[in-house]
């Protein structure tokens, strides 16, 4: 999604714009843009379609420079790709504004606003935002003023920077559903979407909170909530490293990619549900007219998107009601798939490079599909750009081999097109907010199931000897069961096999004896009673069991069988990212304790490139 960055300093500004547009590029974009206000007291805006690199090179023929400028990257949600819809955008009298999130109403805005007069040179939402606050300053209000009285009048998610020629010291910020900080320096000030934007000029950060709009000052910051209360907000020092590939306090990325998993799934949600609501516009300007003709969905991946994948086919069948049909993308081209009328393809891959995902998605393209949507941690990668539709999960970069965080945003990502798809398909109001509250939930579960590291450390010394193990899982979670089976595999060499618990008895059974480990994912739903006989069928023969089992599902330790209590009983929509957790922690730690390469396991690769 969209990128902002901004500044107000004693010092030409456009260097620490530029720098921080580039340290936001991980987010996807299509075009980017920046306005500064000039020595002249006015706003020079220049925007480019592509890459920041095109936009660094226009700025080279303007010469520009500015003690006070913002700073764009755009992924586009109302309007295609252009430069005309790139930010920033500018309404009369020299205001210029960038913006993250959507507005839901604009079409009602932007109509009364015609019949005012202004005139519209971008199909976005953002122009309108824009306008509005000139129509409010033509009262004669202030800019904060006018700010202030245009995001009442907003409906959707919204993080705004916004300045004007009349008042060459003001930066006004406002954020509702949409992450805005403010980085505070010595003397000057700067704002970003996401603070590794401006690591390199300041650690010192204020967060606003929901419904928050700051005017910015060289005298300082002043923050009223959405009663119109002034309030203090703490300025908070970031621990994070301006460098990204940076193991930090961390022995291995991997490691260390596990512990960025709560922020990673919250990034991916910002900016695409607000009011307990999804905003389908995130999945890309078609997304509304594809989403509601959507009949059937045929998902394409490899490896852990596969694993992804399958946790998302029982979501789309039970909470949506469409079928659902997921295949590893190696097989999917040489099977002559019959192609349902209005079916949706979904391509699921970390890099966007995969051979096969990218080779399914072309073969699809002459199949008939009703559109392609790609689920991608890339934005410049292959897959982005040859798909119609594209939701980036927004992991940030992941050095280790073997994939972590790019599986939990996966499923987050996977979690909002189903949102998404159920709201054509009978989906209540009230079943979207509870989905979506869910979702903005599973943060938080996942950091205090991190929690549980001592204790999974600890139980790896239990497996280090061993040269098998077994995963089960039952629903989705036999789907988490094959992750954690093949996290085991690729970093710690023992072989693992993973299997929906009620296939035991036909043909696994004959495998377990007290040398090969029973790891189980137990949550506490419908099926639970079900996975407790299967449990019993393996300690009947010997095998010794590990459970993380949810603290209402009664499950005991007892002889043979060791029971990790997790830390909290999570719904059907949580678990998949919660429970893989303590799977991900426990080939970590036994990989370390074997003694292997974490982080490049051997003949493995990070993008597989070829077929």
Known sequence: MCGIVGALANR????????????????????????????????????????????????????????????????????????RNAHPHISRSGIAIVHNGIIENHEALRSDLIQQGYQFTSETDTEVIAHRIHAHLG?????????????????????????????????????????????????????????????????DFMFLEEGDVAAIRRSGITVVDSQGAVQQRPVRRS????????????????????????????????????????????????????????????????????????VARYWIEQICRLPCWVDIASEFRYRNPVVPANTLLVTISQS??????????????QLGYLSSLAICNVPES??????????????????????????????????????????????????????VTRLLETPRLIEQTLALEPVVADLARRFVDKQHALFLGRGALSAVAMEGALKLKEISYIHAEAYAAGELKHGPLALVDAQMPVVTVAPNNELLEKLKSNLQEVRARGGELFVFADPESGMESSDGVTVIKMPR???????????????????????????????????????????
């Open 382 to 435: 292959s897959l982005v750009r040859e798909s119609q539709l594209t939701l980036l999960t927004r992991a940030g970069p992941e050095i280790g081999v073997a994939s972590t965080k790019a599986f939990t945003t996966q499923l987050a990502a996977l979690g909002m097109l189903v949102i998404a798809l159920g709201k054509h398909h009978g989906m209540t109001r009230e079943t979207e907010h509870a989905l």
């Open 12 to 83: 030409n500004i456009l260097p620490v714009l530029i720098e921080g547009l580039e340290r936001l590029e991980y987010r996807g974009y299509d075009s980017a843009g920046v306005a500064v206000l000039d020595a002249t007291g006015q706003v020079r805006r220049v925007r480019a379609v592509g890459k920041v690199e095109r936009l660094k090179a226009a700025l080279v023929a303007e010469a520009l420079t500015g003690h006070m400028g913002i700073a764009h990257t755009r992924w586009a949600t109302h309007g295609v790709p252009s430069e």
């Open 569 to 611: 009983h999570v719904s059907a929509f949580q678990a998949p990212a919660v429970y893989t957790i303590p799977l991900q922690l426990l080939a970590y730690h036994v990989a370390v304790l074997r003694g292997t390469d974490v982080d490049k396991p051997r003949n493995l690769a990070k993008s597989v490139t070829v077929e």
């Open 139 to 203: 009262d004669g209000q202030d800019l904060f003023a006018a700010v202030r009285a245009t995001v009442a009048q907003l409906q959707g998610a919204y993080a705004l920077v916004v300045m004007s020629e009349a008042d060459p010291d003001l930066l006004v910020l406002a954020r509702a559903g949409c992450p805005v900080a403010i980085g505070v320096g010595e003397g000057e000030f700067f704002v970003a979407s996401d603070v590794s934007a401006l690591l390199p000029v300041t650690r």
């Open 239 to 310: 621990e994070l490293s301006a460098d990204a590939a940076d193991k930090g306090t961390f022995p291995h990325f991997m490691l260390k990619e596990i512990h960025e998993q709560a922020r990673a799934v919250a990034q991916t949600l910002e900016e695409r549900v607000a009011g307990g609501k999804l905003l389908e516009a995130a999945f890309g300007p078609a997304a509304l007219d594809v989403l509601s003709k959507t009949q059937a969905v045929q998902i394409v991946a490899c490896g852990t998107s596969w694993h992804a994948g399958l």
């Open 352 to 365: 966007g490079e995969t051979a096969d995902t990218l080779a399914a998605l072309r073969l699809a393209q």
